[in-house]
């Protein structure tokens, strides 16, 4: 278990002793003095080498350098930003990190222009896996002191603020928490260790969680929830934790999906598919690390976490198909798919978010559909969203925090016919799976609010981002983050602003909405 260490600024350091990986653009390293690197680099690199370890790199898309044996290096980020990609090339620095450390005590400086520096901080966390349960470990966890320098800035403006620091700990704590939850298998990570989470966040937040579980959440009208659930030793819950500061004006909700494993239900999957499936509580693992780091950061706002959770699994109380389930909504849900889960889970969350705590702005995250990756790829989420504006500022988020996202239509009175029933409200799951999926599959959580609801209504679809590999990456922290940053103390989160007013009103789904 590696600790992190943000520095305020460059401090002395011997490589011999602690190792040096130095991380920029080629333009950034070209423009960097000795003078200030060699801190870091003497006397075990002199002028000269720095120089022609620089005139050496040649990334295509990166390429790495070393100065002294393996213990100095340097490192180039690709040379091109698309417009739909992030200017800090934090996917490239992830990896740089992982394959260039040696898990010892060491330093990894990054070079880049102050606009960046959030985004280069979060990368380099993405890198450092929290959770293992390999049996060989070594006696002490290394530590990996993390230093900028601001290309940008003058030399006496190069120090990092406490605010500054304490945003790339809290984002940095935020991430690795989200990518330990999501790396954990569901004999350790189900539903009560889940909730063993939640706790500890609230405990360490000084607020108190709510939980409705079990049968209570049947009593309560909860019937996505609960049937999705029902069929596994571990009860469903719906947990939330709630941020009330004095002089709030807005009220803001973030829902994750946290489906702890996901074995399709009766409609059961594959043997290739289901392995990886105690990934599916992605989205409500990064709201988790995401609002730990809010509330930390003073969020002025109101600001709730919804926690939608449940194994969906193969057992006699199962969700058969053609079952017909009554979510929270009110709406009736024919089952057509019972592999089509995580939409039903949302529903419920999202219309507690409106009905119970008052939303104006509910975003929900989850690992909703595999469409998703052919959509929008490996690297960039999908979002859906009933305000042209808001998705705007998403996207730019997206950039500014290295979570990309890009747009999929919203159009409702196009693509939600995909969900008609002759018997209820609605089918749960798609009549053609050619058209649009990642958009229907966020217009059913929608249709649970009513396409008339005046709030903001965003939801982000990240079954592909949420891992690389074989490891989680904490995706959607730092994009949470950089959205809401303007309710933040944190002067790195400020960019992307929020205010935006909901397009007119369509119409309602069901009339219990």
Known sequence: MTKLIFNRSLTKSDPHNQPVLIIGQVVHLQTLKFDTIKLKLEPRVSDETFKNAVLYLQPSPIDTCSMYLDLAKIAALPLKSSRHNTNSRAHAITKLVRNNTMGVNETIVIVCERADLYASGCAVSRAFSLYSRKTQKSSEPATVTIEFIQIDQPEDQQTLTDEDLACLEDSAYGIRL?????????????????????????????????????????NRGFGGIYGVGKAASDPPALAILSHKPRGATETVAWVGKGIVFDTGGLSIKGKTAMPGMKRDCGGSAAILGAFYAAVRGGFTQNLHAVFCLAENAVGPTATRPDDIHTLYSGCTVEINNTDAEGRLVLADGVVYSDRDLKAHIILDMATLTGAQGIATGKYHGAILTNNEEWEQKAIEAGKISGDLLSPVPYAPELHFAEFTSSVADMKNSVADRNNAQVSCAGLFVGAHLGFDYQGVWMHVDMAYPVHCGERATGYGVALLLSLFGQHTKYELLKSPSSNAVAEPPLKKVCKNV
């Not at 989200?178 to 260790?193: L, Q, R, Y």
């Not at 889940?194 to 959440?217: C, D, M, S, W, Y």
Request: proline share 2%; net charge negative; aromatic share 2%.
């Open 178 to 218: 989200t990518a330990k939850i999501v790396d954990a298998p569901c004999n350790e990570m189900n539903v009560s260790g889940f909730l063993k989470e939640v706790e500890h966040v609230a405990n360490e937040l000084g607020i108190k969680a709510t939980i409705i579980r079990g049968e209570e959440l049947k």
